[in-house]
Every structure is written in C-alpha cells, then in structure tokens.
C-alpha cells in the first residue's frame, strides 16, 4: 500500500527565515509527485509535479527536490504570505486498482510570522 | 479559463439523510474525482471517473457513490448518512497527470 509521511507537522518560522519540508514515501511505482498549498476552507492548489529522481522545480521561494525514496520542499526568505497547508502526494504508475489515486500526506502547517 | 466549481459550498444535514454534491471541472478536462478530507484521516480518495466511467474506487462504504455525465460533470450522493460523514468533500478534474482540485462542500452531519 502507497504512503506518504510528512514532517514536521508544523513549522513556526519567522520571515526571512529559510527552511525545508520534507515528504518521505512508499510506493510501488511512482507516476509523479506533487505538491500542493492549501488555505484554511479552499481546496487544495497545485504547486508542482516531479516525476523523477534528482528532478528539481522552482516557483518564487519555492522549490521542489526529488530522491528515490523523498522529496523536499524549501521555502526561502518566507513571507507571511507563505503561511499554509503545504501537502505532498504520490500517484503510483497507471493501471489496475491505482488509476487515478492520489495518496496525500497529513501535510505541514506552515506559519510566518512577521 | 474558470477553475472547478463545486455546489453547494456548505451543507448541513441530520443522520440518516441522503446528499447529493455537484462538481463541474474545468473545461476540456474529461476526468473527475472526488475526495474526502477530515482532520483526522486527512485527504482520502473516494473514486475517479472518466468519460462517464468508474476508473477507481476507494475504501469508502457503498453508501457512498457517484457519477459523470457526458459533458464531464459529475455527482457524487451519500445516503444514511452518519455522523462520522462530516469532512470537506473536494472535487479535481485532471489535465494528464495533474489534478486541480474545486473550493468543496463543507458537509456537517447533525
């Protein structure tokens, strides 16, 4: 069975303040990896995708690594604007009972504080 | 280009009531998924549908199904409901491997 652990669950930082996400998983055979940030009662918004190892994307103070086994996400400089949900997810290689899934991670809380 | 829409944005419903939630993706996308998301079990994958046919299923009761319609649109029903049902239901529709997910319904079960 697919799993995905993030840590830490929460994150204080103060802006400015560089630091890294991290999102360990399991999967039997990974299509992609991906990255979401999420606001208190929205849904979910689509940072990046990664698909192999050694892959990296950025994204203004975001960017996103991938090994074999995890995947990081390191935030520079943050602002308070920053402050979210950050969810990690994996979508194992198409066919039988795994089309379509994603299995996300609990997600970090992200907070910067001015 | 309009991002997923989801109706209604809240509900409240007693034990024992049926809901039915709609979602409309994102023009041209032909895949539609649906999600549970609770504090405690965190986002789960209820099922997936494309061109109007289940691709996949998650470990969810058969009390919990849905469906698609030809232009992509999709419903997804829970009947008897329970008070364990209470979560954000989201909706995606997929462009290729990404999934773009809709604001959900907050469903509160009383």
């Known amino acids: 069975e697919d799993q995905v652990t993030q840590s830490p669950e929460a994150l204080r930082l103060q802006e400015g303040e560089s630091s890294s996400l991290n999102c360990s998983y399991t999967?039997?055979?990974?299509?992609?990896l991906f990255w979401y940030r999420q606001d208190p009662g929205k849904g979910p918004e689509f940072l990046f995708t990664?698909?192999?190892a050694g892959e990296e994307k950025e994204k203004e103070r975001l960017k996103a690594t991938l090994t074999k086994k995890e995947s990081f996400l390191h935030i520079t400089a943050p602002k308070p604007e920053d402050s979210a949900t950050y969810l990690c997810?994996?979508?194992?290689?198409?066919?039988?009972?795994?089309?379509?899934?994603?299995?996300f991670g609990q997600g970090t809380i992200l907070t910067v504080h001015p | 280009k309009a991002g997923v829409t989801q109706t209604p944005r809240y509900l409240i419903k007693t034990r024992g009531q049926q809901v039915t939630l709609s979602c409309s993706p994102i023009s041209g996308h032909r895949s539609v998924s649906w999600y549970q998301q609770t504090p405690g079990q965190g986002l789960q994958f209820l099922f997936e549908?494309?061109?109007?046919?289940?691709?996949n299923k998650g470990n969810f009761p058969g009390r919990f199904s849905g469906r698609q319609f030809s232009n992509s649109r999709s419903e997804m029903n829970v009947s008897t409901l329970e008070l364990g049902d209470s979560a954000l239901y989201l909706c995606?529709?997929?462009?290729?491997?990404?999934?773009?997910f809709g604001p959900g319904t907050r469903l509160t079960v009383l």
């Open positions: 549908y494309f061109s109007e046919t289940q691709r």
């Open positions: 990664l698909y192999s």
């Open positions: 995606a529709s997929r462009l290729e491997a990404v999934k773009f």
């Open positions: 997810a994996v979508q194992p290689t198409a066919g039988g009972t795994s089309y379509g899934k994603l299995t």
């Open positions: 999967v039997s055979g990974l299509r992609g």
